[in-house]
């Protein structure tokens, strides 16, 4: 499509994100003819429907609270990020704490909500991932939270991102055959006039996948 590579980055501050991209382009020099930024507002990760109901979403966004993180937390997180079902015993290895002081210490990482929750990544050739992007017109924000509940029921959506920029939304999904994808589009289009234009990206393999970066 329009677009032959999305990243998506975890930075602390705009100064972060102008060094990545000038440090891309240094490596990569020539590669990018151009590249368009959007900022990620809100990020809604969706159950697969698939297999369970009702829906669930696990979401964040620019103004969650700040959590200070020690170095045991920072361990467990980067192997729970691997493999979330690893026994307390295992991550105890290697420290000086038991195991059930890890137990303690993930109960405390959901409370403060730096773990919101654990997920399947699945692969499946049965259904093909797309990306969509929206832009808006006649702005409304009732209306805008309305688009997001109906993402979160619709069987084929797997996240949904509120930007600010050029695109208003992006969503991820996946549908059997691009016949569906388009009947999809057809039934936000018709039912939310706040849609305005778009733009459909199928996705030809994730490279890699890290909501934890450190």
């Known amino acids: ?50 297999f369970s109901t009702p829906p669930t979403v696990i979401s964040y966004g620019y103004n969650d609270t700040f959590v200070t993180l020690d170095t045991l937390d920072k361990k467990i997180l980067s192997t729970l ?12 290895k290697g420290t000086d704490v038991t195991y059930k002081t890890i137990l303690n210490r ?8 730096v773990i919101l929750g654990y997920r399947m990544f699945i692969s499946s050739q049965a259904y093909k991932p797309f990306i969509l992007l929206l832009s808006f017109k006649n702005y409304s924000h009732q209306e805008e939270k309305k688009l997001y509940v109906y993402l979160k029921e619709q069987t084929e959506v797997t996240q949904s991102l509120r930007l600010f920029g050029k695109w208003n939304v992006f969503i991820h999904l996946r549908t059997k055959d691009a016949e569906s994808l388009q009947i999809l589009l057809i039934h936000l289009r018709n039912q939310f006039a706040l849609i305005d234009t778009f733009e459909i990206i199928p996705v030809f393999e994730d490279i890699a996948i890290n909501l934890y970066p450190c």
Do not use: W
């Open 106 to 113: 993930i109960k405390i990482l959901e409370q403060k909500k």
């Open 1 to 50: 499509g329009k677009y032959d590579l999305h990243v998506t980055l975890f930075v602390f501050d705009f100064e972060a994100l102008d060094h990545f991209v000038d440090m891309f382009n240094k490596t990569f020099p020539g590669l990018v003819k151009d590249f368009l930024v959007c900022y990620v507002l809100e990020h809604h990760l969706y159950s697969h429907k698939f």
């Open 81 to 92: 990020k691997l493999n979330c079902r690893v026994s307390c015993l295992e991550l105890a």
